[in-house]
């Protein structure tokens, strides 16, 4: 079993920056795909960023892009969520999750830290 707890959320203003961070415990996580995910009040739950277990390699979002780093220290078994330039619509609960390489979806899910941004 994998135990993922988000931090760093909070209340920030538009423009404004944050780092997540996503703790595993219970296993090493170096051999798991780590994606972030965040749900806005009354959406669905989408897609924000993943990062494969090598950290080589990095996916993103289209609303998220050029603005948002995720990162990973497998020494720490952490991996992090660098926001900047935040927008009022990136107000969302966010949620760490992770995959097993040989697995077709995500294996884990974090409780999710909450992020608001100010207008």
């Known amino acids: 079993q994998v135990q993922l707890v988000e931090s760093g959320g909070g209340v920030v203003q538009a423009g404004g920056s944050l780092r997540l961070s996503c703790a595993a415990s219970?296993?090493?996580?170096?051999?798991?795909?780590m994606g972030w995910f965040r749900q806005a009040p009354g959406k669905e739950r989408e897609f924000v960023a993943a990062i494969r277990p090598s950290g080589s390699r990095m996916t993103y979002a289209d609303s998220v892009k050029s603005r948002f780093t995720v990162s990973r220290d497998n020494a720490k078994n952490t991996v992090y969520l660098q926001m900047n330039s935040l927008k009022p619509e990136d107000t969302a609960v966010y949620s760490c999750a992770a995959q097993y390489f040989s697995s077709s979806k995500y294996n884990y899910w974090g409780q999710g830290t909450q992020v608001t941004v100010s207008s």
């Open positions: 219970g296993r090493t996580v170096s051999s798991y795909t």
